[in-house]
């Protein structure tokens, strides 16, 4: 077990504590890379952005099962617009609450700048990788979820409905993995919504969607409208869901929310043990 984790584990880089997982092999990847050199993108808030990645990668935040068994894990998608992704606020430290309640996280950091194509790629290879290695890892092959921030919920959103719809060709026998997680958290997902009434035209709706947790506000008025639209969506074709809807929070909260949303990571943890990824609390 642990020459095959060190064969698929790099060493961390200066931003990160964790082990990290290479996506795609070596000139394997799929699609476009940036143009420019990765980099840090300055912001006077203290969070971490970055942009302008080509080597998509999974930081591992390992977590311990219950009774000696496989831990549930969860991909974890900053959000950022598809411009960046926000690696601690909506990375690592969602990772450490998800370690808190016996989940092994994995942040994805997927392609950016404007690169939605590269990032369904990300996720859906991503999802297909850590299922493959799932023994290696002590995780459950049938309790892979992912949850998404933002643009981050949006490509949680394509991977748990197209999941069936690949993004690039096979290039290896991990491409043989099911690329559907097993259950979806969109927390204050965007671009859900068309403009003008329906559902984006890049979701696929149908009955194999896996249960989803949709958290929002009615005060994030650029996206409210693409939650409630996908929920309405999932309630039509009697997907197991569950919209957890606050009047105020605004957007990109992260774990500190300051408005009537800053309850939804207790309620989370109470849908997960709701759907049997983690157990009930006794």
């Not at 912001?43 to 080509?54: A, E, L, P, Q, Y």
């Not at 950091?109 to 297909?128: C, F, M, S």
């Not at 606050?246 to 500190?256: A, D, Q, V």
């Not at 309620?267 to 009930?280: G, H």
Request: hydrophobic letters at 40%; aromatic letters at 8%; one cysteine or more.
């Amino acid at each position: 077990m642990r020459h095959l984790l060190l064969s698929l584990i790099a060493f961390p880089t200066l931003l990160s504590a964790n082990p990290l997982i290479e996506v795609w092999p070596e000139g394997k990847m799929p699609g476009k890379a940036a143009t420019e050199a990765e980099a840090l993108v300055p912001r006077k808030d203290g969070f971490t952005r970055i942009t302008n990645i080509s080597r998509p990668n999974l930081e591992l935040y390992p977590a311990t099962g219950v009774d000696g068994k496989p831990a549930p894990a969860v991909i974890v998608c900053p959000g950022g617009g598809y411009r960046y992704v926000v690696v601690d606020k909506e990375g690592s430290a969602i990772a450490e609450w998800l370690n808190a309640a016996g989940i092994t996280a994995l942040v994805l950091k997927y392609r950016t700048p404007d690169n939605r194509e590269g990032a369904l790629q990300d996720v859906q290879r991503a999802i297909r990788l850590v299922r493959s290695r799932a023994a290696d890892l002590a995780i459950d092959p049938a309790k892979i979820g992912i949850i998404g921030f933002s643009a981050g919920g949006h490509v949680s959103a394509l991977a748990s409905t197209r999941f069936d719809d690949p993004a690039y060709p096979a290039i290896d026998v991990i491409d043989e993995q099911s690329a559907r997680p097993d259950f979806a958290m969109l927390i204050y997902p965007a671009y859900l919504d068309d403009g003008k009434g329906g559902v984006s035209p890049d979701l696929k709706i149908s009955a194999t969607i896996p249960p989803t947790l949709i958290v929002h506000t009615d005060d994030d008025k650029s996206f409210i409208a693409g939650s409630r639209i996908y929920a309405a969506a999932l309630t039509v074709t009697k997907v197991e869901h569950r919209f957890l809807l606050y009047p105020t929070g605004g957007h990109g909260y992260g774990l500190n929310c300051q408005g009537d949303a800053k309850v939804w990571p207790e309620q989370a943890k109470e849908w997960l043990q709701s759907v049997k990824m983690i157990p009930a609390v006794p």
